[in-house]
């Protein structure tokens, strides 16, 4: 379930963050009640990864990492924002990173 829960904060933050990018294009205020409301959302599904014993490091570390690579291809769908060459890589070395820390938390 820890892993339903670290899922969860990480679509929904990923979804607070593009409300953020709504809001700062001037969208109205719904935009920014969706940041806030996705942002503690976020936070309280990673509690429960948390509170399930998953360790801070690798919650934090994937959470973190898939948020960034996920928003990068999120605003460029959305958005239209560049999405570059190096980029796409330094996505790929977050999947890598991610996988490392995944395996190296079990030894």
Do not use: D
Request: glycine share 18%.
């Amino acid at each position: 379930m820890t892993w339903a829960y670290l899922g969860a904060a990480i679509l929904i933050e990923v979804a607070g963050t593009l409300c953020l990018g709504m809001a700062s294009r001037g969208r109205g205020k719904r935009w920014l009640a969706g940041t806030v409301t996705g942002y503690l959302a976020a936070f309280t599904f990673l509690s429960l990864a948390l509170n399930g014993g998953m360790a801070l490091g690798v919650a934090y570390g994937i959470w973190a990492a898939a948020g960034v690579a996920l928003t990068a291809v999120a605003t460029r769908v959305l958005f239209g924002e560049p999405l570059t060459k190096v980029m796409g890589a330094g996505i790929g070395l977050i999947a890598v990173g991610v996988l490392c820390i995944e395996l190296g938390a079990g030894h």
